[in-house]
């Protein structure tokens, strides 16, 4: 079955450690995005990427990082710098940017 | 202004009532139009896609007013298994995709 894969489903956070969001995507989508949901909020935009090796800030960035080494792949790194990063993450991929987005089951983080 | 808002609701129906959502945009060049659906505390999936000259998926019609820089979610017949977050989403060709923040929906025996 194709589909976008999220691990781990929950994550816990020490103060100023990095941890790292997996998504994989056996879709052949040439983009894929990361989003963040706060509790009773929208979607917003932290990274996306629309091809291999390139990758683009959303509108939240600030305090993550990614990378896009396969097509299939795209971890998210929820770096000591983001000082709030309890939230829940959802990972989408789009065969290209303006057609229709799929979303795998997402990661909650939360911070101990 | 916001670039899409949507009335977050509760929208509290009973089973078999008829229940419209409107969500309006701010950009007059948004090309394409989607509503998803996101049950709590699970990821959004794509519902139907809004068409121009509007379009229906059984219960469902969806609608599009570029006039007034509108989409619409018709839902006849609720059912219990309809409570959700309903999203709305709005694209310029070559930008991302802006997602609303949802209007909730409880469909109440």
């Known amino acids: 079955d194709g589909g976008i894969t999220q691990s781990p489903k929950y994550l816990f956070r020490k103060e100023g450690q990095n941890v790292t969001l997996s998504c994989e995507q056996n879709?052949?989508?040439?983009?894929m995005y990361w989003y963040r949901q706060d509790p009773g909020q929208g979607l917003r935009l932290i990274y996306y990427s629309q091809i291999v090796n390139d990758f683009q800030k959303g509108d939240i960035a600030e305090g993550y990082s990614v990378s896009r080494e396969k097509k299939e792949s795209f971890p998210l790194t929820v770096t000591s710098a983001q000082k709030n990063p309890t939230a829940f993450y959802l990972c989408a991929s789009s065969p290209t940017r303006d057609q229709p987005q799929h979303f795998g089951d997402g990661t909650r983080l939360s911070i101990l | 202004r916001k670039e899409v808002e949507q009335d977050p609701g509760p929208f509290n129906v009973p089973e078999g009532a008829t229940v419209a959502f409107n969500c309006t945009y701010s950009n007059s060049a948004s090309q394409s139009f989607f509503w998803y659906r996101q049950d709590c505390r699970k990821e959004p999936k794509l519902l139907m896609s809004v068409y121009s000259s509007g379009n229906e998926d059984g219960r469902f019609t969806a609608q599009l007013n570029r006039a007034s820089q509108y989409i619409s979610l018709l839902i006849r017949d609720s059912k219990l298994s309809d409570s959700a977050t309903y999203l709305c989403v709005v694209i310029l060709y070559g930008q991302n995709f802006v997602f609303g923040p949802g209007t909730r929906l409880s469909v109440l025996p």
């Open positions: 879709l052949n989508h040439d983009a």
